[in-house]
């Protein structure tokens, strides 16, 4: 079943315009139904957290299986604790809840295996201890042994006593005090280390990460009086200096890790009787966060810098810039809500061009925001030691994916993430994930990781999957009117960044309908214009379309600073997509190879009936294809239940057919890391992925690996 908070939800009503099947619906608020709610709320606490096989992620490190369903972990969902003072469905929240959800998931498991180590040193060192005091005891002269018996037949005989009876000559080697006093002290060491992993100062154990809070909107709602929503160390200082603050908290942070893990190392040592003072000392007297291993390494609570684009694009940046380049892997959150919220909506660096805001205003001579926008995510990259991701709620995998990868490299990381701010954008309440969305297709706020690890060239390191239609200019939408008719009708139309921009108020003013008496051929659609030469444009009149009130057809006439606008968001894809190496031109033996794939491609188009189902042949082949041989991709279509994933992943491969049902539309769309991430995402475990077409895939052997539960 599914409840709502009542004591935290702000009635944005967002979560009824995502969930498309029905289960919220928007109802009136009344006292019986806020009684209803806060019974149902109390339910829900007691109830126990999902069963881990419910939760559809096989390795959360190696980012394998459903991530999302990580929230399906009452603690995970947890992460934030408290209600805030933030506005009806602000766009930061979201990302910032995801965000906590992902840093508690990953650690849970950690300390928890962490804990189970200690005890065991814990009891094992004790054993040690005891075992190294009875070795003074001389236990060969039976007839002393016999006789302290005999004088402790009607009484408790203590250890003390027996040593003390069986060391009267004084024969025995006396206990080293040094080693008695290192072993003991190593003893109390990690009986304090586990207090603070179970209990700690707070009763709550120890806090899965810290951060600092750049002064900004989410420093003012993450700190309205009575709340505070973390349930983690939180600290807010000036308004640019949060990377810095955390340079330091780090440095800090890191020497009591290193504490905790000097402990460990030297137990496990003494245990094993390989302690030398003369060999180990220094190297532990200068033990750092460097010389941790990776396992210690990952149970280090990451240091979190959280800020806006004032505080990260503009003011802040240089100490953001010595934060990516110190080589400290402080992990900074960017919630980029390409305007200075906090302070009433000022022009900043990271708004697109035309954009209209206060200090950016629109007039006669004056349209907006002038320049073009400033690319965080490219100016992080060029750092070149940083792990970098851009995303945004528009894709939720892609988004725990780079936070995963992220929180885990052992380098700085920057997540520069869209956020939409609903007064500024001048968008609905509801409408964050939807404009999110929007900002994603119209290539507004292109997706992208840069992985420093992955080797040395931009080609190696920058993935831009995850983003729509990779391979194009824009993604293509289908615009649903009504033609003269009365008849439903279609049109399929290129998604520009004016496309996205006609629907936030930021922009309104660079737009005007065009009355349908005055339609004429000097009009021209907005992706034909911006094809054209600078004098073919001249008596041209660019234009996209839309739909009116009465979902009849018009032309939206764009203005010359949307034009420009919309020009910089192309050349930005185009640039990240020639760093990856996917504008490269195709010589002879790629095209044969194309033909040659688009040959196969109908082939197993025709093995699949009218519904995108296998038939008879094709199912055979599949399971009985030799090994090496291809089988494709298929779907058990009529177990389908619409849930969107595997289009949502990659649309060329997957698609619905006419009654909603999912079908393999191209096997060969799009890599097989896609097909197996769409099997592991599918909720009806109707999608067999089949056999890689292409065997020098990266990581090939590990897909086929994944892929054999859901052949």
Sequence with gaps: SVTINPYTCKGCMECVEVCDDDALVATPQTEESIERLRRDWAFWLDLPTTRPEYIRID???????????????KHNFNSLVSGD?????????????????????????????QVARLDDLIGRLEHHIRLRLAEGMDLDDIDAINEVLAAHHDSDLSLSELSGALDAAHTAEPVDTHWFGFATGLLKKLRHLKWQ?????????????????????????????PYNPYPFPWANHLFQDAPSLALGVFQGHMARMADGFRAVRLAELELAREYNPQEHDEFFNYFDWKQFSKQEWLLCPPVVAIGGDGAMYDIGFQNLSRALISEMPVKVIVLDTQVYSNTGGQACTSGFTGQVSDMAGYGKVWKGKPEIRKELGLIAMAHRNAYVMQG???????????????????????????????????????????QSRL??????YPLFRFDPDAGTTYEDCLDIDGNPAIDDDWPSYTLRYQDEDGNEAGLELPMTFADFAVTEGRFLKHFRKAPRDTWNDNMVPLHEFMELD?????????????VDAGNQ???????????????????????????????KSLDEDAIANQVRTEMAQQLSASLLDTAGVPTAAASVAAITAPAGEYAAVWIDTPECEACDECTKINPKIFAYNAEKK??????????????????????????????????NEKDIDKLVKRAEKFQ
Excluded at 64 to 71: M, N, Q, S, V
Excluded at 406 to 428: D, K, Q, S
Excluded at 439 to 444: G, K, T
Aim: hydrophobic letters at 35%; one cysteine or more.
């Design 662 to 695: 999912a079908v393999v539309a191209n096997p060969r769309g799009g890599p097989y890391r896609d097909i197996v991430r769409a099997a592991e995402k599918c909720t009806a475990e109707c999608i067999h992925p089949g056999t890689p077409f292409d065997m």
């Design 534 to 546: 600078a004098d073919e444009r001249e008596d041209r009149y660019p234009y996209i379309w839309g």
């Design 553 to 583: 057809l018009m032309r939206v006439m764009v203005s010359a600073e949307l034009v420009r606008s919309s020009q910089d968001r192309l050349d930005y894809w185009r640039l990240l997509r020639s760093l990856t190496g996917t504008c």
């Design 439 to 444: 900002a994603l297709e119209s290539r507004a």
């Design 59 to 73: 390795d959360l490190d190696e980012r394998i299986g459903a991530l999302e369903t990580l929230l399906l972990d």
């Design 197 to 225: 992993y179970t209990e700690g100062e707070t009763g709550r154990g120890r806090a899965a990460m810290g951060i600092t809070n750049a002064t900004g909107c989410s420093s003012v709602w993450g700190s309205t009086y």
């Design 392 to 434: 945004s709620a528009a894709n939720v995998t892609h988004l725990l994916e780079g936070f995963i990868e992220g929180l885990n490299t052992r380098r700085p990381a920057m997540f520069n993430i869209y956020t939409p701010c609903m007064p500024e954008h001048g968008i609905g309440d509801e409408s964050a994930e939807n």
């Design 85 to 113: 003072g933030a506005c009806l469905g602000c766009g930061e929240k979201t990302v910032l809840r995801l965000f906590s959800a992902t840093v508690t998931a990953l650690m849970q498991p950690r300390v928890k295996r």
